[in-house]
């Protein structure tokens, strides 16, 4: 999300129809002005248009965001971060 001089980003990774959501970054001086929670919004709203399922690895969305949109549960599939070296469940 282009903030002037700064972006706000998500960072995810993507393994056929499941995106493992890891990381959601504001920078401060916009920090607590919900715009983590619009550019959150977009990306579920964007994995539910796709038919894929989410894998919350952050703790922030993975707790505060879920549980203010707990609409998006639906398509939040259990598991552990996709660049893991474990096998995928």
Known sequence: MDLGSYHAV???A???KILD???VYVPDPFRNQGIAGKLLIHAFEYAK????????????IAGDFLKRFPQYQEIVRPGK???????RS
């Open 49 to 60: 248009t796709e038919g894929s399922q989410v894998v919350p690895s952050c703790p922030f």
């Open 10 to 12: 998500l960072l995810y």
């Open 81 to 87: 971060f996709l660049f893991s070296h474990e096998k």
């Open 14 to 16: 993507r393994h056929e």
């Open 21 to 23: 959501f890891y990381h």
